[in-house]
């Protein structure tokens, strides 16, 4: 399907378009507030047309969350990493060489995003939003504890205790799933970080960066993350913390405690993980 039938599609189904007041009063009547420090994942297409797109929707939650709150996304680059983890799509094994040697470096304001939409990419080009750097699992903050959050992220702990995700649990932020579920709930991969379970395991990684201000390729170990169990944890997160789901526009809205997701998960993940420690 090209952009037009995808556009084409949203309008059909669209009784009124967003705009970002009709956006900003969904936001409130979901229970985000002035000072919130939140963590969004989202999609544009399940909100229906909307009036300026992304710049409407991320327009909309600063006019909620205030110049006293923080507002975060992820802006992951896997376009940066070791082309042999590659599957959606791969590539032939004779490129691999080639990707390793010219890929540029990252670089906060350059590398785009990749596979977390629309809203993240056009959100880190906003005046006053910083970028963590990490290349491959970078997030960007606005507000007050904007610096807090995205100060050194860890290379080899990107979803873990050296991460923004890590400060955001320190901080008892929210998390919004905005249009999507729990399948891209980054913060579920901290509880993993911080459970044990039998297939746990590091895997070895690689991203183009900067060494003194040369362009090198350096490999690192980092936690070989899981997703296939998201949706199932979440449901029974929802379940038990009787979690209500609203309508911004036309998606499905999610707002929660990252604090009480994550320790949730810790305890869910050594409970129904496959194979569970002896």
Known sequence: MNYIERERNIIEKTLKPNTRQSLKDDFANLGIKRGDILLVHSSLSQLGWTVGGPVSVIDALLDVIGKKGTLIMPTFSAGNTDPSEWQNPPVPKSWWSVIREHTPAFHVDKTPTRGVGIIPETFRKYAGVIRSNHP???????????????????????????????????????????????????????????????????????????????????????????????????????????????????????????????????????????????
């Open 136 to 278: 491959d699992s970078s997030f960007c903050a606005w507000g007050e504890q904007a610096k807090f959050i995205t100060k050194d992220h860890s290379l080899d702990s990107d979803l873990g205790e050296g991460s923004p995700l890590a400060r955001i649990y320190e901080l008892d932020g929210k998390v919004l799933l905005l249009g999507v579920g729990h399948s891209s709930n980054t913060s579920i991969h901290l509880a993993e970080f911080r459970s044990d379970y039998k297939e746990k395991y590091y895997k070895t990684q690689g991203s183009s960066i900067l060494v003194n201000n040369k362009r090198q390729w350096v490999q690192w170990e980092e936690l070989n993350v899981i997703t296939d169990d998201f949706e199932d944890l979440g449901h029974d997160f929802e379940t038990k913390m009787a979690i209500v789901i609203k309508k911004v526009g036309l998606a499905d809205a999610r707002l929660f405690s990252q604090r009480h997701l994550v320790d949730f998960a810790i305890d869910w993940i050594r409970k129904n993980r496959t194979q569970k420690l002896d």
